[in-house]
């Protein structure tokens, strides 16, 4: 077990290379480069911009300046924001909080309302409810979550007046729970729907298989009850396929959740990275994308190794 | 839906006997006609419309500002007086087009990867594989960000930058396919009288791989659909004064108290186009491999089954 663990985290060693190379390479092609913001400065002059040339080692060549970026970012130095001078590490912490207040909620509330539905579908495939959820999910499916996000704008905010359209408390209040609760709502509905759409069908078709099995007509034959027989044999045995397609769809939820934060004015990393790309921070937009696509490395990390502990019937080697 | 109506597997049963053709099982997927039919109208609509509206897409009306759907403007004016149902056709073609363009490019490029990844194995497949986990691991829409601020905007940039995004779920499907059939007799045969390996490759294994590959296509066109309008909302996307379904919901926020059309109808058409293209490659898969399960859909489903 240990020798597969250690294995599979030398294999995303690799990865991780080329993530932050990759990263590192595309932002360096952006518009004016790691200066875009100096070179916008009305009163910057030609010897100024030389002088930060060689400050910020822009004039070695490219295998070079990656590699001494890439050994600041492993002791966390991922340079200063260009907006005010703060380490970009610190900027993106301040950000962390909001986006996993809202990204937690609705991975919890849509977990739990994904096996609820899933498991119904199942045990009544083919029944009204089972067609309605399998039509809500399509639905579901093919709806760009910002706009998603628009509509529940339209409907609960616009027309029906009871929930916030933006930001995460009411500006120039005191912080109370009920009014981040009430900000909370449309976007965590929006997020709930974009996960929940895909997620129950994992469920539904993961049931539908395990119910297929020998071992379900064995429990049935030998008289179990049939609650018993979907809750201790089929469920449990369903579970785990489930939980690893979800957690390896972590990166499609973390870009759902990021587009939701613009919609709604969510002060989180989404907001973040948007103004960045916007005002050309670039040290702050590429520290993002490469501490972002890290964490879906190590979640994806440890779905493997969760797999292995949970599964007995599969031997690593 | 990914499961035949219980009256369609009903009627699949009686013709156990002669297993019904393709077209046939096609045929019984009653929600993938409903999906073709739309597909079909939407794509008309487009391509018909100047014909249907007559008019410049960036034409203004000087006497409707933001004004409601009617009669004369059917489903209203923008802020700027230009009337929405000829931008929403003239959207559907660029939105179209990118979906078509994107696909091809990251089905063809994820189609190849794939073929050769799993033909030729060992390093090669190892590096390529590599690559697919790198590239799956960003998230797509810093990617999408990213690229679109290096490479460029124009319509073709666009559809690049959604195919150069999309080809992983390809290259996976592909691969798998191809391990499966490489080591079958025919190949062994075609390679025992003396066939190049580029031939062997792609005359004998690739046009038998290429089914899920066909079905992950016709999927693929709806989300690159909705990458473009996620794109074009957030600004990075086909820039204006072209219109795109996606672009046309870039202001709609801003007007959402008093122009709710302007949100509503570019929405509505990127929800029912998805959702056309989503039901006709659930049915096009049941009907390709009637043995495979059954209810299983969406978005990346089959790749995931193909690398599991």
Not at chain 1, 26 to 36: F, K, N, V
Not at chain 1, 133 to 149: D, I
């Amino acid at each position: 077990m240990w020798a597969y663990i250690a294995r599979r985290v030398l294999l995303s060693i690799p990865i991780m290379i080329g993530i932050t190379a990759l990263i590192f390479l595309i932002s360096h092609s952006l518009p004016g480069g790691p200066l875009a913001m100096y070179l916008n400065l009305p009163t910057i002059t030609h010897a100024q911009i030389e002088h930060l040339t060689i400050q910020f080692g822009l004039n070695k060549p490219l295998w070079m300046q990656y590699v001494s970026w890439l050994g600041k970012a492993l002791h966390g130095d991922f340079g200063r924001s260009f907006v005010d001078g703060r380490p970009v590490l610190a900027v993106i912490g301040d950000r962390v909080p909001a986006t996993l207040e809202l990204m937690v909620t609705a991975l919890i509330i849509s977990y739990l309302l994904a096996f609820v539905l899933g498991v119904v579908s199942a045990t009544r495939q083919y029944s009204a409810f089972d067609y309605t959820m399998t039509v809500l999910s399509y639905a579901g499916m093919a709806m760009p979550v910002f706009w998603l996000g628009i509509i529940l704008i339209l409907v609960f905010s616009v027309d029906l007046h009871w929930l916030p359209t933006f930001g995460m408390v009411t500006p120039g209040v005191p912080y109370s729970f009920l009014d981040n609760v009430k900000h909370l709502i449309l976007p965590v509905i929006t997020l709930v729907v974009y996960t929940l759409a895909q997620e129950s069908r994992y469920v539904r078709s993961s049931m539908l298989e395990v119910m297929q099995q020998d071992y379900i007509r064995t429990a049935r034959a030998k008289g179990a009850p049939e609650r018993r027989v979907l809750y201790r044999h089929a469920l449990r045995n369903a579970l785990l396929p489930v939980i690893t397609v979800m957690m390896l769809d972590f990166a499609f939820l973390i870009s759902g959740a990021l587009i939701t934060e613009t919609v709604f004015a969510w002060p989180g990393m989404g907001r973040l990275f948007f103004d960045s790309l916007q005002d050309g921070n670039y040290p702050v937009v590429v520290g993002m994308a490469v501490l972002v696509s890290l964490a879906v490395v190590v979640v994806n990390i440890l779905t493997d190794i969760i797999y292995a502990v949970v599964d007995p019937r599969i031997q690593y080697s | 839906m990914g499961a035949a109506s219980p009256l369609a597997e009903a009627q699949e049963s009686q013709l156990l006997i002669r297993p019904p053709s393709f077209w046939r099982r096609l045929l019984l997927h009653k929600l993938a006609i409903v999906g073709a039919a739309v597909l079909l109208v939407v794509i008309v609509l487009c391509l018909l419309g100047p014909v249907v509206t007559g008019t410049n897409p960036n034409a203004i009306d000087f006497t409707a500002f933001g004004s409601p759907p009617s009669l004369h403007h059917l489903m209203g004016t923008d802020d700027l007086g230009r009337d929405e149902f000829t931008r929403i056709l003239f959207g559907g073609r660029i939105s179209l087009l990118v979906g078509f363009l994107a696909m091809l490019i990251g089905v063809g490029l994820g189609g190849l990867v794939g073929a050769i990844s799993g033909f030729f194995g060992g390093t090669v497949d190892f590096i390529a594989m590599r690559v697919v986990d790198i590239a799956l691991s960003i998230p797509r829409l810093f990617l999408l960000l990213l690229l679109s601020v290096t490479i460029g905007q124009s319509i073709f940039d666009i559809s690049l930058i959604i195919g150069l995004t999309a080809w992983m779920y390809p290259a996976r499907i592909m691969r798998a396919q191809v391990l499966g059939l490489r080591s079958l007799n025919y190949v062994e045969a075609a390679r025992s009288i003396g066939s190049r390996s580029t031939r062997v490759l792609f005359r004998h294994i690739v046009p038998n791989a290429i089914a899920p590959l066909i079905v992950n296509s016709t999927i693929q066109v709806g989300q690159a659909i909705v990458s473009e309008s996620v794109m074009s909302f957030l600004g990075y996307g086909i820039q204006p004064p072209t219109p795109s379904w996606g672009n046309m919901l870039t202001n709609a926020q801003t007007f959402v108290q008093t122009a709710p059309w302007l949100a509503i109808f570019p929405g509505v058409m990127i929800v029912i186009t998805v959702l056309a293209f989503n039901l006709i490659g659930d049915a096009l898969r049941d009907a390709l491999d009637p043995t495979g399960q059954k209810g299983a859909l969406g978005r990346g489903r089959n790749a995931k089954q193909a690398t599991a």
